[in-house]
């Protein structure tokens, strides 16, 4: 009887865990600068993480991430943004409908410049709820694409957005999870924008995976450097009481590949050229 309910105890939380991947995939499937993705190295990514749930930002081509989910999450749900500002960079949550229930979405067009168009120039907050089978825990997913760009102007958009993002965390609870490319450009600098970042964090009481992430993307450096650099600008981003829970934190592709170090573009491969300049950041959860 002993031996049984010691088995019974290590299924249950076996299964009570789950995983989070946030993924950037640099203007799917319809990239100006690099053509086409690479729809056999992506596959291969998605099913190594082997998720409950994908959070994913620069959906361009609708009609291929449509088949790329048909494909290689053949299981899954999926939700996508209405909206996804100028560049069409719309956001998508995939879920295992195994583990989670869809019950709603929402676009927040505030986090958009609705000057610009119906949708404006900068992507929604894009909120997925959905209900844990095994809990019953409804779950709120916050997909976040920020303003991008390193330049006095770029940050002071973004700290707006920064703004809004501390308003609504503010009022959340553990069921939020904030996820996505936040653009954090300042993140390994500790700059003003890390700054800026940390305040919301601190004064929300929520905390970020970078916290034990060495980098998320890399880009080509400041001008007449010899190597590429490592970035943080993507996180999953929890209450603290959820992220003492947090098994593990992992980055994949070239960013795990490279151990997030400075090195020449041919070393970073086929990910980073064929893919996206950002990494599979993934979060498990017991």
């Known amino acids: 009887m002993r031996i049984l309910l010691i088995s019974l ?3 249950h939380l076996s299964f009570a865990s789950w995983k989070l991947t946030s993924y950037n995939i640099r203007n799917f499937d319809n990239d100006p ?3 086409r993705t690479n729809l056999k190295i992506l596959a291969a990514l998605l099913k190594e993480q082997n998720s409950d749930v994908f959070g994913f930002q620069e959906i361009v081509n609708k009609s291929a991430f449509d088949k790329l989910i048909k494909d290689v999450l053949p299981t899954f749900d999926y939700k996508t943004s209405i909206c996804g500002g100028g560049g069409s960079q719309k956001l998508a949550l995939a879920f295992n409908p195994k583990k989670f229930k869809f019950l709603s979405t929402n676009e927040n067009l505030k986090f958009s410049d609705l000057d610009v168009g119906e949708c ?3 992507r929604p907050l894009f909120t997925v709820s959905l209900q844990s089978i095994e809990t019953q825990k409804i779950y709120q997913f916050h ?28 009022k959340s609870s ?5 996820l996505g490319d936040f653009n954090t450009t300042g993140y390994i600098l500790n700059d003003k924008d890390f700054d800026r970042f940390q305040q919301v964090l601190s004064s929300t009481d929520f905390r970020t995976s970078a916290e034990q992430t ?3 993307n890399f880009w080509e450096g400041p001008k007449n450097s010899k190597e590429f650099q490592p970035s943080i600008l993507d996180h999953i981003v929890v209450k603290d009481s959820v992220f003492k829970s ?9 960013c795990q590949k490279v151990s997030c170090r400075p090195v020449k573009s041919s070393e970073l491969g086929a990910s980073y050229e064929e893919v996206s300049d950002h990494c599979p950041v993934q979060v498990e959860f017991h």
């Open 120 to 122: 404006g120039s900068l």
């Open 174 to 178: 553990e069921s939020d999870i904030f």
């Open 33 to 35: 600068g690099q053509g």
């Open 246 to 254: 947090i098994q593990s934190v992992n980055v994949a592709a070239h």
């Open 9 to 11: 105890l290590f299924t």
């Open 214 to 216: 060495q980098c998320t």
């Open 143 to 170: 997909l976040v694409h920020l303003k991008a760009g390193s330049s006095a102007a770029a940050m002071a958009t973004r700290w707006q957005q920064y703004k809004m993002l501390k308003d609504i965390m503010s």
